[in-house]
């Protein structure tokens, strides 16, 4: 088995999908890195659905989207050179379904009449306080990603959406888990 270790970063770069390098501070490089964090945050807030009133249907929810985020990641962790050689892939890619999938637990939740007035202030419980850490690491990839079109790499709309709707999803989500 070959070493996770290829010391091929040493030098302060990093590949990207199809093996073209770039600085590891690279604009792509750092919105990658801020969805991988928001997949972990995500891990992490699973931790702590135990008890929750709807915990099988949290931890599957929140497992698709991680599935999705790797998604999103590969797509995002290919040159702009590369772009159209990673759409006709076989990849799977972010689509107007899981959008759709995501608006539909948005619209769940706002049915349930949840309460909330202006800020929240994020801690109440431990799994409230996972998922708005999680929100708040996903508002800064939606940061990171938005910024990309600006470095020339473009960024198709459905992975814009995505983010933006998640990060309201796991606000709602986040004050269910208060109350």
């Not at 919105?31 to 972990?40: K, Q, R």
């Not at 990849?91 to 706002?110: G, H, M, N, P, S």
């Amino acid at each position: 088995m070959a070493s996770i270790s290829t010391r091929k970063g040493d030098d302060g770069t990093t590949g990207l999908l199809y093996g073209q390098r770039v600085e590891k501070d690279h604009p792509q490089i750092e919105a990658v890195g801020a969805l991988d964090e928001l997949n972990t945050s995500l891990g992490a807030a699973k931790t702590v659905l135990v008890g929750h009133s709807r915990e099988a249907e949290v931890r599957v929810l929140l497992e698709t989207v991680q599935r999705n985020l790797v998604a999103l990641m590969g797509e995002i962790a290919c040159a702009e050179s590369d772009a159209s050689r990673y759409a006709a892939s076989s990849f799977i890619k972010v689509a107007a379904a899981d959008i759709a999938r995501l608006d539909e637990a948005v619209a769940t939740l706002e049915s349930r009449g949840l309460r909330f007035d202006g800020w929240a202030t994020p801690g109440a419980n431990p799994l409230s306080a996972a998922l708005d850490v999680a929100r708040t690491v996903c508002r800064r990839a939606e940061r990171r990603l938005t910024a990309l079109p600006r470095t020339g790499r473009h960024v198709r709309p459905e992975l814009r959406q995505f983010i933006n709707r998640l990060a309201d999803l796991l606000w709602l989500l986040a004050r269910e888990a208060e109350q």
